[in-house]
Protein backbone atom coordinates (compact mmCIF):
# COMPACT_ATOMS: atom_id res chain seq x y z
CA UNK A 1 0.00 0.00 0.00
CA UNK A 2 2.64 2.34 0.91
CA UNK A 3 5.44 0.80 -1.16
CA UNK A 4 8.32 1.01 1.78
CA UNK A 5 11.08 -1.37 2.09
CA UNK A 6 11.39 -3.21 5.13
CA UNK A 7 14.12 -0.64 5.72
CA UNK A 8 11.90 2.31 5.67
CA UNK A 9 9.27 1.00 7.85
CA UNK A 10 12.14 -0.04 10.40
CA UNK A 11 13.17 3.67 10.31
CA UNK A 12 9.65 5.30 10.04
CA UNK A 13 9.15 3.00 13.73
CA UNK A 14 12.03 3.63 14.91
CA UNK A 15 12.75 -0.23 14.99
CA UNK A 16 15.32 -3.00 14.08
CA UNK A 17 15.38 -4.11 10.63
CA UNK A 18 15.46 -7.82 11.64
CA UNK A 19 12.64 -7.04 14.08
CA UNK A 20 10.60 -6.15 10.80
CA UNK A 21 11.84 -9.04 8.96
CA UNK A 22 11.39 -11.46 11.45
CA UNK A 23 7.51 -10.22 12.16
CA UNK A 24 7.00 -10.91 8.23
CA UNK A 25 8.29 -13.81 8.34
CA UNK A 26 6.03 -15.51 11.30
CA UNK A 27 9.26 -16.15 13.15
CA UNK A 28 8.34 -13.74 16.23
CA UNK A 29 5.81 -11.79 17.43
CA UNK A 30 7.12 -8.01 18.14
CA UNK A 31 7.77 -6.81 21.79
CA UNK A 32 4.07 -4.96 22.56
CA UNK A 33 6.69 -1.67 22.12
CA UNK A 34 7.94 -2.51 18.90
CA UNK A 35 4.53 -3.28 17.49
CA UNK A 36 3.18 -0.05 18.69
CA UNK A 37 5.72 1.05 16.84
CA UNK A 38 5.15 0.33 13.75
CA UNK A 39 1.28 0.19 14.01
CA UNK A 40 1.81 3.82 15.25
CA UNK A 41 4.30 4.54 11.82
CA UNK A 42 1.87 2.76 9.58
CA UNK A 43 -1.40 4.81 10.72
CA UNK A 44 1.22 8.39 10.38
CA UNK A 45 1.30 7.70 6.58
CA UNK A 46 -2.09 7.02 6.59
CA UNK A 47 -3.16 3.78 7.24
CA UNK A 48 -6.27 2.86 8.67
CA UNK A 49 -6.92 -0.95 10.78
CA UNK A 50 -10.58 -1.97 10.11
CA UNK A 51 -11.08 -3.53 13.54
CA UNK A 52 -13.50 -7.44 13.57
CA UNK A 53 -16.85 -6.71 12.42
CA UNK A 54 -18.03 -10.39 11.98
CA UNK A 55 -15.78 -10.27 8.01
CA UNK A 56 -11.84 -10.19 9.43
CA UNK A 57 -9.92 -7.40 10.80
CA UNK A 58 -8.22 -5.68 7.96
CA UNK A 59 -6.18 -2.31 6.59
CA UNK A 60 -6.94 0.40 4.15
CA UNK A 61 -5.47 3.77 3.31
CA UNK A 62 -7.18 6.42 5.46
CA UNK A 63 -9.22 8.19 3.60
CA UNK A 64 -8.15 12.67 2.19
CA UNK A 65 -10.00 14.87 4.02
Same mark, same amino acid.
Given at each position: ?? %?????????????? #??????? @?? !?????? #???? !???? @?????? !???????? %? #? !?? %?? #??????
Amino acid at each position: ML %GWSQAELAEAASVS #RATVVDF @ER !GLRIPH #RNNL !GAIR @EALEAA !GIEFIPEN %G #R !GA %GV #RLAKQQ
